[in-house]
Structures are given as structure tokens and as C-alpha cells.
């Protein structure tokens, strides 16, 4: 669809479809000649004009527009049997079909009707219509067009004489436009209708398939040719790879479509609900041209249409609020979309007032979905995630227009069906952005080809975060358990681990402690699958799995390798389910413990603070965990501060505090730390490792000594509770001085994180 | 069409066959019940292959046996039944027909149409749709 570059899309299928309605036309009208008055027929030719007249209305063509009405109101008469026809309404009816395609073609050629004038033939239609007869031949439109080259059947035309396509070419219809328009390459340039054919969806998609075995043999054809020793074959083989690659790529390209489809929609979506919430919306769209497949587009025009109703309706501020913040009262909603790593990615940027992560937080709290020693452990990025939890909704007031609570959830749930992703940015007081990333099509997809227990498995890559390798020892080391569930260290931050030997109940072949972890996430949720070796990276053809198989809730589908063999696509969203308990899940939200539905006071952190020795930290002390490289501390006199979201904390060292003594030779590179903060003063508690979060086991005894407050069994240990008010001070002493004190919860932490 | 089963006949309606294969490798299902003897490759095609032995309570076939695979059409699907040996096609007269005895475990005899007593032995005829299903 070269030729449509520059065209109005819209335009374009417009010709597109008129061409075909002409032709059509004309077919019915040599049928009407011989069969004069057949209700039939003209109701078929009425619908045509109808239907021209209509788009052409709405795409404000006034001439082609005057013309067809009257043609139509003929048309109505004769159908409905008002009027009769006589060779000279046949005339008529002739002379404006002519002049419609004259229109188009003008239409075509620049996108205007251009000076193609109606008036003489709507008088003729008028004429017509009042039942007289008109001047059978009326020189004027006679002359003019003279240099129509579109043979349009007469009475004269042999009955059997097929309808004669029209060749348009657009300049010679158009006697008014200047000679040096057909010195443009009319070669070049095919006509709409010519340039297009319409192909049936069902068509393309048994095509689609056809290439996926194409692509499966080919496939198999290189493996088998990769270690032979035939030159020919391999030579072969390569250009069969070459040619099946690039087969594959234009048959997807049969189903792509423009976003711009969807995009079409969108101005008026803005202007309206603009006009609504009484805000003034600029909206830019880049890259319209991106293109996806069909069956994606329509996926994503309800998600889409929602993140955009959203972004004017709570994204962007009324015209006072963004003057008073110094802001153009006209807000900007971008669009973006483009190719990224064999995705699509479309962005909904508004320049608006960003969303306050404290008030996620505390909405979330509010709601009940998470306590607030859960909010307070996790990232700014981690709370906008929040409102992608079904039931949030962070609309203050409900409007009519969206904010009716169900809305980011139903519209992340969309997104993850087509095996896409949502991430949502923010900057308060800048703007919001969403970014949805999908995949190109769904019947080839990239996947990570693994083995466990013998058997080889396939892992869409979209769910795929990274791999971890972990060889016997560190193996040993790094995988703890959690109250029976293993979990892994992941750069501070626990990741449970789900074997996918106990998943599937199968038996692992792997003996020698090595642990492959392919870090998945599922709705949000961050797992890692314990397989046993990887073996590729793939490019597999999705094949659908019986009933019965898919209902087991542990594979997506089926696909064959290129040794020939099946494989199944483990479905990651279903083992997620079915491996995760709820308080798994739960906990993995937030990151930092393993199960969170317990109450927070019973929640302790432990901290191993060297020789040997650990400490629990109430959880509700804990504002974050962090790890700073050595270099990052400074020293302000005698004491060690680090710099820590603009704001300098002192910095205590458990070891020293509690006199452990140094526990290693040298300092590690990095210190992990814990921060604790109350309004805007914070310290960073610096511990050898972080063990654990854990329900309090045992009771606490008094057995105590200097900075501790007691101990707490933990897992049949012994662990030291730290006197957490007696460290503060020891690092910050004017700490309590205008706050209140531990223990009045760690809400009082929250406000800070709002200046983040 | 006719296949052998733990030394006795079976047979199918050759109309819902759709051939008759030597064995392929099969991917196993884990999770799936025993019956599932996992999936193939027919020519670009994933088949589900059912264990026809487990399925009529047979004992199982020993290991690293041949067996052959009759693919059929039950209800919209395309699966494999792994079995013995394939037989040849014969043809059968109603009035050879019988309904399957009542001393069969019912369990067994739930699948099956009923016998055609040929000459030499008896074929018993396979529901299909319920042999699958189950």
C-alpha cells in the first residue's frame, strides 16, 4: 500500500472500497438494462450510492457528496417503484456513476476533489426526479468528458460483453489538472484498487501456519546440516534458513496493521473527555506507522482506550492547577509506539501531576491490601506497581468519565493474556507513563529451551527475567529456606524458588548440586524455576494442546523442536499459581519477606552482624534495605555518614555497637544496611548480612546484655533482639528530639518517601 | 481395523482411522494421568497418545517393547492409541454381534460396544469415544 503514503488512511480505504462498489455498479447496471425495473438490482445499486454518500459525508467530500444524494433520492424513487425507468433515467444514473468515479479518481490523485463540478448532473438527477425527462444528451457533460477513458457499458455494449474493468488512471479523467501530472510515472503509480486486493482473514491465517511448519523443518534441516560435511547441503540449508526467515517475516507482515487503526480513534476520545474534566489536551502520536498483528491490535484497543481516558481524566491537571505549578495550561498527552527487541512498545506519556506514591501507599493500606510495614520496605516503582492490584483505584473523586475502581488491574490482565507486559512510570508533579510492551504476533514465539528430569520444556521469553547459575557451593550458600519454601538471595532481595522437579512431580537428573534458576515473572509476580540445564534459545511455533492436557494448569501449549521432538511450553502464569501459595505470592509483591499476612509486630528482621552472631530487628523499624558500595561513606568529623536520597545519615555499625569485633579481615565491598527513618531524619544500621524475615517463634526472655532488649527464638535458635532506640541513639542522639518516638510505627517513615 | 492387545483382538471402525504408524518417540506429560503416554510429532502435528493398555486396565506393556500407534478421530481431535500390534481390516456381520457379557468388570466393559465372534476368536469391539475420554 506504497501508494497510500501521504493519503489519509482513512481516504485510502475509502477508494479502496468505492472502487469495488463501482465495479460492482456497473455490473448491476448493465444488468438493469436488461432487466429495466428489477426492485432487485436497484436496491443493490441505491445501497452503493448509499454508501458513498455516507463516507463521503463524514470525510466532508461536499461534491461527491451533493451528487450522491440526489442520485440516491433517484435511486430511492425507482426502487420503490415511484418512478419507473426509461432510457433516459438509465442515462442519468449513468452520467452521475461516471461522475462519482471522476470525483474519486480526483480524490485519489491529491486527496481533494479537485475542480470536478457536479452541479450540471445533480441538475440532470433533479430533473430526473421530478419526472421530467431530460435532454437525453447534454452536450456540455458530453464534451467534458470526452477524455474519460472509463468505457462504461451502454445499451450499445453487447449484452454478453463482459463489464469492462475500468483502468483508472487518475490523471486522464481529470481534464482540468495540468499536463505535467501524467509526466509522473502513471507506470509508477497503480491505482488504489489496483495496488490492493482484500484477502481473507482465515486465509492469511492458515498461510501464518503454514510458514510456522516451514519454519519448524527448517528448523530441523539446520540442526541435522550443522555438523555434516556436505558443503552443497549446508549451502542449501543456509539459504533455506534465509529464505524461510524471510517468508515468515512477510506473511507476518500480511497481518500487520498500523497502530495508527487504533490510533484514529483516540483525538476524539481526548477532545471529548477534554472538554468533559474542562482541561485544554494537546495529543501527540509518534509513530503511528509501527505496525502489529491484527489480532494484537484488537487485544490492545480496550486497554489502550482505558490508559488514555485515564491520563485526561486523572493525569493531567485542570488549566489553574498547571498554572499555578507553572505549567502551559495546555496539558500534552503523548502516544508513542515503536520496535523494541522484537516487541512492540506504545506509551502513554501525560505531562501531568504524576502519582504520588505515598498516596498509593496509603490508599493500598487504606484498602487493606498490604500493612504498612509492607508499603514501607518497598520502592517508589514497587507502590506505583500497586495500582495494578484489583480494587485499586487511585482516583480521589469518582468521575463519570473513569475512576470507577476497576480499571489498571482489568487492564494489566488484558496486557498479560497476549503475553504482554505493563510498567507504569512516574515523577510527581512531571507526568506518568505507561508503557505496554507485546509481542509481534502469538504463533512464533521466542522461547528458552530447557531441560528437567530428562524431558525438555519451552519458556516464552516474555516471562523471563534472567538466568542464574549457581554452581555447588555457592548453591549451598545462597538457597535458604524460608518456613519450608527455598528462596534465593537475588542482589538483596529474596526470590522464592520454585523447583519445577516438585511442580511436575518428576525426578531431577541433575546430580551434581549445580542450580539453574530461570528468574521468571508471572501477573506481577517474581519467581525463580529451578530446571535442571538450558539448552537454547528458540524461535518456537506455538501448537495448541488437547483439553485435557491444558486443564493440568502446568503447560500453554506444545511445539516441536528442531531435533524433531515435542515439547511442552510450560504455562508460567499456572505453575506460579499452583506452586505459590497466596502468602508466597503475597510476600513476593513485596520483595522482602516471604510470607507478610501475619500482623507486623510479630515480624522480625534478622540480621547476622558477624562471629558468628545475629540480631532481630523489629520489621517495623526496617524503612528499606539497602547495600552501599565502601567508597559511597564519608566522614563528617569523626563519625561515618552515608549520602542517601539527598538526605546524610549517620551511619552505625552493629559489629562495633555491639562490640562483635571486626568479623572479617577487610571490609567488604559493598555494606548491606539497613535504614531506618522517622520524618526527615534517618540512620543506616550497616550488618554483616540479612538473614531472614520470620514470625517471632518464641517468646522473648530477659537474658540481655548492653544494646539488646532480650532474646527471641527463632527456628530453634537463639537470637539477640536489638534495642533498636539504644542504637538510633548511638548513631543520631538528637534522634528522638522532635519526633516520637520507636514504636509509634513506621507510618511516620512514610511521609519521606513522598519527596523521593 | 483390528490390533492386539495383551494377546486379544480389538478393533475400531476404520472409518475414524486415520493410519496406522510404527512407533515414535513420545514426550511425556508429567502431571498428566498414566493413561497419557505422552505427546507426538505426526509430520508437524501434536498428537496426544493414549496408553490403550492402562486405559482398558491391561497390565502394562513391557519395557522396550514395539508397539504401534493408531491414529483416530474422536470428536473433533486427532490423538494416538498406543497398542500391541496392528491386525488387519476385517469385516463384520451384525448378526455376529453381541453385547458385551455381563461377567466383564464393568469398568471394562463401560468401554467397549460389544463382541463379534469370529471365527477363530473373538473381536471386541472399542467405544472410542468413551476409551478416550476417560
Same mark, same amino acid.
Given at each position: 500500500?506504497?501508494?497510500?503514503?501521504?493519503?489519509?488512511?482513512?481516504?485510502?480505504?475509502?477508494?479502496?472500497?468505492?472502487?469495488?462498489?463501482?465495479?460492482?455498479?456497473?455490473?448491476?447496471?448493465?444488468?438493469?438494462?436488461?432487466?429495466?425495473?428489477?426492485?432487485?438490482?436497484?436496491?443493490?445499486?441505491?445501497?452503493?450510492?448509499?454508501?458513498?454518500?455516507?463516507?463521503?459525508?463524514?470525510?466532508?467530500?461536499?461534491?461527491?457528496?451533493?451528487?450522491?444524494?440526489?442520485?440516491?433520492?433517484?435511486?430511492?424513487?425507482?426502487?420503490?417503484?415511484?418512478?419507473?425507468?426509461?432510457?433516459?433515467?438509465?442515462?442519468?444514473?449513468?452520467?452521475?456513476?461516471?461522475?462519482?468515479?471522476?470525483?474519486?479518481?480526483?480524490?485519489?490523485?491529491?486527496?481533494?476533489?479537485?475542480?470536478?463540478?457536479?452541479?450540471?448532473? =445533480?441538475?440532470?438527477?433533479?430533473?430526473?426526479?421530478?419526472?421530467?425527462?431530460?435532454?437525453?444528451?447534454?452536450?456540455?457533460?458530453?464534451?467534458?468528458?470526452?477524455?474519460?477513458?472509463?468505457?462504461?457499458?451502454?445499451?450499445?455494449?453487447?449484452?454478453?460483453?463482459?463489464?469492462?474493468?475500468?483502468?483508472?488512471?487518475?490523471?486522464?479523467?481529470?481534464?482540468?489538472?495540468?499536463?505535467?501530472?501524467?509526466?509522473?510515472?502513471?507506470?509508477?503509480?497503480?491505482?488504489?484498487?489496483?495496488?490492493?486486493?482484500?484477502?481473507?482473514?482465515?486465509?492469511?491465517?492458515?498461510?501464518?501456519?503454514?510458514?510456522?511448519?516451514?519454519?519448524?523443518?527448517?528448523?530441523?534441516?539446520?540442526?541435522? $546440516?550443522?555438523?555434516?560435511?556436505?558443503?552443497?547441503?549446508?549451502?542449501?540449508?543456509?539459504?533455506?534458513?534465509?529464505?524461510?526467515?524471510?517468508?515468515?517475516?512477510?506473511?507476518?507482515?500480511?497481518?500487520?496493521?498500523?497502530?495508527?487503526?487504533?490510533?484514529?480513534?483516540?483525538?476524539?476520545?481526548?477532545?471529548?473527555?477534554?472538554?468533559?474534566?474542562?482541561?485544554?489536551?494537546?495529543?501527540?502520536? =509518534?509513530?503511528?506507522?509501527?505496525?502489529?498483528?491484527?489480532?494484537?491490535?484488537?487485544?490492545?484497543?480496550?486497554?489502550?482506550?482505558?490508559?488514555?481516558?485515564?491520563?485526561?481524566?486523572?493525569?493531567?491537571?485542570?488549566?489553574?492547577?498547571?498554572?499555578?505549578?507553572?505549567?502551559? $495550561?495546555?496539558?500534552?498527552?503523548?502516544?508513542?509506539?515503536?520496535?523494541?527487541?522484537?516487541?512492540?512498545?506504545?506509551?502513554?506519556?501525560?505531562?501531568?501531576?504524576?502519582?504520588?506514591?505515598?498516596?498509593?501507599?496509603?490508599?493500598?493500606?487504606?484498602?487493606?491490601?498490604?500493612?504498612?510495614?509492607?508499603?514501607?520496605?518497598?520502592?517508589?516503582?514497587?507502590?506505583?506497581?500497586?495500582?495494578?492490584?484489583?480494587?485499586?483505584?487511585?482516583?480521589?473523586?469518582?468521575?463519570?468519565?473513569?475512576?470507577?475502581?476497576?480499571?489498571?488491574?482489568?487492564?494489566?490482565?488484558?496486557?498479560?493474556?497476549?503475553?504482554?507486559?505493563?510498567?507504569?512510570?512516574?515523577?510527581?508533579?512531571?507526568?506518568?507513563?505507561?508503557?505496554?510492551?507485546?509481542?509481534?504476533?502469538?504463533?512464533?514465539?521466542?522461547?528458552?529451551?530447557?531441560?528437567?528430569?530428562?524431558?525438555?520444556?519451552?519458556?516464552?521469553?516474555?516471562?523471563?527475567?534472567?538466568?542464574?547459575?549457581?554452581?555447588?557451593?555457592?548453591?549451598?550458600?545462597?538457597?535458604?529456606?524460608?518456613?519450608?519454601?527455598?528462596?534465593?538471595?537475588?542482589?538483596?532481595?529474596?526470590?522464592?524458588?520454585?523447583?519445577?522437579?516438585?511442580?511436575?512431580?518428576?525426578?531431577?537428573?541433575?546430580?551434581?548440586?549445580?542450580?539453574?534458576?530461570?528468574?521468571?515473572?508471572?501477573?506481577?509476580?517474581?519467581?525463580?524455576?529451578?530446571?535442571?540445564?538450558?539448552?537454547?534459545?528458540?524461535?518456537?511455533?506455538?501448537?495448541?494442546?488437547?483439553?485435557?492436557?491444558?486443564?493440568?494448569?502446568?503447560?500453554?501449549?506444545?511445539?516441536?523442536?528442531?531435533?524433531?521432538?515435542?515439547?511442552? /511450553?510450560?504455562?508460567?502464569?499456572? /505453575?506460579?499459581?499452583?506452586?505459590?501459595?497466596?502468602?508466597?505470592?503475597?510476600?513476593?509483591?513485596?520483595?522482602?519477606?516471604?510470607?507478610?499476612?501475619?500482623?507486623?509486630?510479630?515480624?522480625?528482621?534478622?540480621?547476622?552482624?558477624?562471629?558468628?552472631?545475629?540480631?532481630?530487628?523489629?520489621?517495623?523499624?526496617?524503612?528499606?534495605?539497602?547495600?552501599?558500595?565502601?567508597? @559511597?561513606?564519608?566522614?563528617?568529623?569523626?563519625?561515618?555518614?552515608?549520602?542517601?536520597?539527598?538526605?546524610?545519615?549517620?551511619?552505625?555499625?552493629?559489629?562495633?555497637?555491639?562490640?562483635?569485633?571486626?568479623?572479617?579481615?577487610?571490609?567488604?565491598?559493598?555494606?548491606?544496611?539497613?535504614?531506618?527513618?522517622?520524618?526527615?531524619?534517618?540512620?543506616?544500621?550497616?550488618?554483616?548480612?540479612?538473614?531472614?524475615? =520470620?514470625?517471632?517463634?518464641?517468646?522473648?526472655?530477659?537474658?540481655?546484655?548492653?544494646?539488646?532488649?532480650?532474646?527471641?527464638?527463632?527456628?530453634?535458635?537463639?537470637?539477640?533482639?536489638?534495642?533498636?532506640?539504644?542504637?538510633?541513639?548511638?548513631?543520631?542522639?538528637?534522634?528522638?528530639?522532635?519526633?516520637?518516638?520507636?514504636?509509634?510505627?513506621?507510618?511516620?517513615?512514610?511521609?519521606?518517601?513522598?519527596?523521593? | 481395523?483390528?490390533?492386539?492387545?495383551?494377546?486379544?483382538?480389538?478393533?475400531?471402525? =476404520?472409518?475414524?482411522?486415520?493410519?496406522?504408524?510404527?512407533?515414535?518417540?513420545?514426550?511425556?506429560?508429567?502431571?498428566?494421568?498414566?493413561?497419557?503416554?505422552?505427546? /507426538?510429532?505426526?509430520?508437524?502435528?501434536?498428537?496426544?497418545?493414549?496408553?490403550?493398555?492402562?486405559?482398558?486396565?491391561?497390565? @502394562?506393556?513391557?519395557?522396550?517393547?514395539?508397539?504401534? %500407534?493408531?491414529?483416530?478421530?474422536?470428536?473433533?481431535?486427532?490423538?494416538?492409541?498406543?497398542?500391541?500390534?496392528?491386525?488387519?481390516?476385517?469385516?463384520?456381520?451384525?448378526?455376529?454381534?453381541?453385547?458385551?457379557?455381563?461377567?466383564?468388570?464393568?469398568?471394562?466393559?463401560?468401554? %467397549?460396544?460389544?463382541?463379534?465372534?469370529?471365527?477363530?476368536?473373538?473381536?471386541?469391539?472399542?467405544?472410542?469415544?468413551?476409551?478416550?475420554?476417560?
Amino acid at each position: 500500500m506504497e501508494d497510500l503514503e501521504g493519503l489519509d488512511e482513512i481516504v485510502g480505504e475509502f477508494l479502496v472500497e468505492s472502487h469495488e462498489n463501482l465495479d460492482q455498479l456497473d455490473r448491476d447496471l448493465v444488468e438493469l438494462e436488461r432487466a429495466p425495473g428489477s426492485r432487485e438490482l436497484l436496491g443493490s445499486i441505491f445501497r452503493t450510492i448509499h454508501t458513498i454518500k455516507g463516507t463521503s459525508g463524514f470525510l466532508a467530500f461536499s461534491q461527491l457528496e451533493a451528487i450522491t444524494h440526489v442520485g440516491e433520492n433517484l435511486l430511492a424513487k425507482l426502487r420503490d417503484g415511484h418512478l419507473t425507468m426509461t432510457p433516459g433515467t438509465t442515462d442519468v444514473l449513468l452520467a452521475m456513476v461516471d461522475r462519482v468515479r471522476d470525483l474519486l479518481a480526483a480524490i485519489e490523485a491529491d486527496g481533494t476533489e479537485g475542480k470536478v463540478e457536479v452541479a450540471d448532473v =445533480v441538475q440532470r438527477v433533479s430533473e430526473a426526479l421530478e419526472g421530467r425527462e431530460s435532454s437525453p444528451a447534454q452536450p456540455a457533460a458530453s464534451v467534458e468528458e470526452a477524455a474519460d477513458p472509463v468505457v462504461v457499458p451502454t445499451a450499445e455494449v453487447p449484452e454478453d460483453l463482459p463489464v469492462v474493468v475500468p483502468e483508472v488512471t487518475p490523471v486522464a479523467v481529470l481534464p482540468d489538472v495540468p499536463a505535467e501530472v501524467p509526466a509522473e510515472a502513471p507506470a509508477e503509480r497503480r491505482s488504489v484498487a489496483d495496488a490492493s486486493i482484500r484477502v481473507d482473514v482465515d486465509l492469511l491465517d492458515s498461510l501464518m501456519r503454514q510458514v510456522g511448519e516451514l519454519v519448524l523443518t527448517r528448523n530441523q534441516i539446520v540442526r541435522q $546440516t550443522g555438523h555434516g560435511e556436505d558443503l552443497e547441503l549446508t549451502r542449501s540449508a543456509q539459504r533455506l534458513d534465509q529464505i524461510a526467515t524471510e517468508l515468515q517475516e512477510g506473511v507476518m507482515k500480511t497481518r500487520m496493521q498500523p497502530i495508527d487503526h487504533l490510533w484514529a480513534k483516540l483525538p476524539r476520545v481526548v477532545r471529548d473527555l477534554g472538554a468533559a474534566c474542562g482541561k485544554q489536551v494537546e495529543l501527540v502520536m =509518534v509513530g503511528r506507522e509501527t505496525e502489529l498483528d491484527r489480532s494484537l491490535l484488537e487485544s490492545v484497543k480496550d486497554p489502550l482506550t482505558h490508559l488514555v481516558r485515564n491520563a485526561v481524566d486523572h493525569g493531567l491537571e485542570s488549566p489553574e492547577r498547571r498554572t499555578a505549578a507553572g505549567k502551559p $495550561t495546555e496539558g500534552r498527552l503523548t502516544l508513542r509506539a515503536y520496535h523494541q527487541s522484537g516487541q512492540v512498545v506504545v506509551e502513554v506519556c501525560d505531562d501531568g501531576g504524576g502519582i504520588d506514591a505515598a498516596a498509593v501507599a496509603a490508599k493500598a493500606v487504606d484498602k487493606g491490601l498490604r500493612t504498612a510495614a509492607q508499603v514501607a520496605l518497598m520502592s517508589q516503582a514497587e507502590l506505583l506497581q500497586l495500582i495494578f492490584t484489583p480494587g485499586f483505584s487511585t482516583a480521589a473523586a469518582v468521575t463519570n468519565v473513569s475512576g470507577r475502581g476497576v480499571g489498571m488491574d482489568v487492564v494489566k490482565t488484558n496486557i498479560e493474556a497476549i503475553g504482554g507486559t505493563i510498567e507504569i512510570e512516574s515523577v510527581l508533579g512531571r507526568g506518568t507513563t505507561c508503557r505496554l510492551r507485546i509481542p509481534l504476533t502469538l504463533a512464533i514465539v521466542p522461547a528458552l529451551v530447557v531441560e528437567c528430569a530428562g524431558d525438555t520444556y519451552a519458556i516464552g521469553q516474555v516471562s523471563l527475567l534472567e538466568l542464574v547459575a549457581l554452581d555447588a557451593e555457592r548453591a549451598a550458600r545462597a538457597i535458604e529456606d524460608v518456613n519450608g519454601v527455598p528462596v534465593h538471595r537475588l542482589r538483596g532481595v529474596l526470590l522464592p524458588l520454585v523447583r519445577l522437579t516438585d511442580v511436575l512431580g518428576v525426578e531431577s537428573t541433575r546430580d551434581d548440586g549445580h542450580v539453574l534458576i530461570a528468574v521468571l515473572q508471572s501477573e506481577g509476580r517474581r519467581f525463580g524455576l529451578v530446571i535442571d540445564r538450558v539448552l537454547s534459545t528458540e524461535d518456537v511455533v506455538v501448537k495448541p494442546l488437547s483439553a485435557r492436557i491444558k486443564q493440568l494448569g502446568a503447560y500453554s501449549g506444545a511445539t516441536i523442536l528442531g531435533d524433531g521432538r515435542v515439547a511442552l /511450553i510450560l504455562d508460567v502464569q499456572g /505453575i506460579a499459581r499452583r506452586a505459590l501459595s497466596s502468602e508466597t505470592v503475597e510476600g513476593e509483591l513485596d520483595r522482602h519477606d516471604a510470607e507478610s499476612t501475619r500482623s507486623e509486630q510479630e515480624r522480625w528482621l534478622v540480621a547476622g552482624i558477624g562471629g558468628g552472631r545475629r540480631v532481630a530487628l523489629p520489621l517495623e523499624v526496617v524503612t528499606r534495605l539497602e547495600t552501599f558500595p565502601r567508597d @559511597a561513606i564519608e566522614l563528617v568529623g569523626h563519625r561515618e555518614v552515608v549520602q542517601y536520597r539527598g538526605e546524610v545519615l549517620p551511619l552505625l555499625r552493629l559489629d562495633h555497637h555491639l562490640s562483635v569485633g571486626s568479623w572479617r579481615d577487610s571490609e567488604p565491598e559493598n555494606l548491606v544496611v539497613v535504614i531506618y527513618q522517622s520524618g526527615d531524619r534517618g540512620v543506616a544500621i550497616v550488618v554483616e548480612e540479612i538473614v531472614d524475615i =520470620v514470625d517471632e517463634a518464641g517468646r522473648q526472655s530477659d537474658i540481655s546484655d548492653r544494646g539488646l532488649t532480650g532474646s527471641v527464638r527463632i527456628r530453634d535458635r537463639v537470637v539477640e533482639v536489638l534495642d533498636v532506640r539504644d542504637a538510633v541513639l548511638a548513631a543520631d542522639p538528637g534522634f528522638y528530639d522532635d519526633i516520637a518516638p520507636v514504636g509509634a510505627g513506621s507510618w511516620d517513615a512514610v511521609p519521606a518517601l513522598e519527596a523521593m | 481395523m483390528t490390533f492386539t492387545l495383551d494377546e486379544r483382538l480389538y478393533g475400531v471402525r =476404520v472409518e475414524s482411522v486415520q493410519e496406522v504408524l510404527r512407533g515414535l518417540p513420545r514426550a511425556r506429560v508429567p502431571l498428566a494421568p498414566p493413561t497419557m503416554a505422552g505427546l /507426538i510429532n505426526l509430520r508437524g502435528q501434536v498428537l496426544s497418545a493414549v496408553d490403550l493398555r492402562l486405559q482398558l486396565g491391561l497390565p @502394562a506393556a513391557a519395557p522396550g517393547r514395539d508397539h504401534m %500407534l493408531v491414529v483416530i478421530r474422536v470428536a473433533g481431535e486427532t490423538l494416538a492409541l498406543v497398542v500391541d500390534s496392528i491386525g488387519s481390516v476385517v469385516d463384520v456381520d451384525v448378526d455376529q454381534f453381541e453385547p458385551p457379557p455381563d461377567t466383564l468388570d464393568p469398568a471394562f466393559r463401560e468401554l %467397549l460396544l460389544g463382541a463379534y465372534k469370529l471365527d477363530s476368536t473373538l473381536l471386541l469391539a472399542l467405544d472410542v469415544d468413551r476409551a478416550v475420554a476417560a
